[in-house]
């Protein structure tokens, strides 16, 4: 069973830092991995999808890596401001035939301090 | 770009009547769209799977005769929580893939802005 892992589960840092948030899955067949933020009380906004094939993406001052092998992805977020502050979420997509659904981890509530 | 739009976004409700939630593709067709579910502080569980012209399929744990779903449109999927109880009080979340890059190695789920439910 597919499960995946966030850490920090809350991180808080001044403006200006660059910062690393963590995921992890244990079963690397995976179709794809998928990055998102979460303002409160709010939906999802998709910030970075990695094809299953490829290492890294890139939007902005966002990138995000993937080492499918290891069951890892990282979203560095670079010189950080307070409007980043936010819960950021992973969520992979099982590669075998589960109906396309996503699996979550429990996300990283990032706050940035002016 | 593709747009999911949820109604209500939020809804106070006595415990024990129903409630029904709207989620729409506004500007794509959607064959599959997906309900989940989000407690406090915590993250998004998956709920079911719904499929246009079919039943919908759960999870593991989640009764298909307390929360109903109706996909009977290419853009709008309903879910309705039947006699809620405040244990149903959750933020409620769906998404929806698009017909247009079914199959492709693009593919992506986009998801609407989420309908807080409260039940007294």
């Known amino acids: 069973k597919q499960e995946v892992t966030q850490i920090p589960a809350a991180l808080s840092v001044p403006e200006g830092e660059n910062l690393v948030l963590n995921c992890s899955f244990t079963?690397?067949?995976?179709?794809?991995l998928q990055w998102f933020r979460q303002d409160p009380g709010k939906g999802l906004t998709s910030l970075l999808l990695?094809?299953?094939?490829?290492r890294e993406q890139t939007s902005g001052r966002l990138n995000a890596s993937l080492d499918k092998s290891s069951g890892r992805s990282t979203l560095y977020i670079a010189a950080s401001q307070p409007g980043d502050s936010a819960t950021y979420l992973c969520?992979?997509?099982?590669?075998?035939?589960?109906?396309?659904?996503?699996?979550f981890g429990q996300g990283t509530e990032l706050s940035v301090k002016p | 770009g593709a747009v999911v739009s949820q109604h209500p976004s939020w809804v106070i409700c006595k415990s024990g009547t129903s409630v029904k939630i709207e989620c729409r593709s506004l500007?794509?067709?959607?064959?599959?769209m997906f309900w989940y579910r989000q407690f406090p502080k915590q993250s998004l569980m998956l709920m079911a799977t719904?499929?246009?012209?079919?039943?919908?399929?759960?999870e593991q744990g989640v009764e298909k005769d307390k929360f109903l779903i109706n996909h009977a449109s290419l853009t709008l999927s309903t879910l309705t929580v039947t006699s809620a109880h405040p244990e149903d009080s959750s933020f409620y979340i769906c998404?929806?893939?698009?017909?247009?890059?079914?199959?492709?190695?693009?593919?992506?789920?986009?998801f609407g802005p989420g309908t807080r439910l409260t039940v007294t």
């Open positions: 998404s929806a893939r698009d017909l247009r890059l079914a199959g492709g190695d693009s593919y992506e789920q986009y």
């Open positions: 079963d690397s067949a995976i179709y794809n």
């Open positions: 990695i094809q299953s094939s490829q």
């Open positions: 969520a992979v997509r099982p590669l075998y035939n589960q109906g396309g659904k996503l699996i």
């Open positions: 500007d794509f067709q959607a064959t599959t």
């Open positions: 719904s499929n246009e012209g079919s039943k919908a399929t759960y």
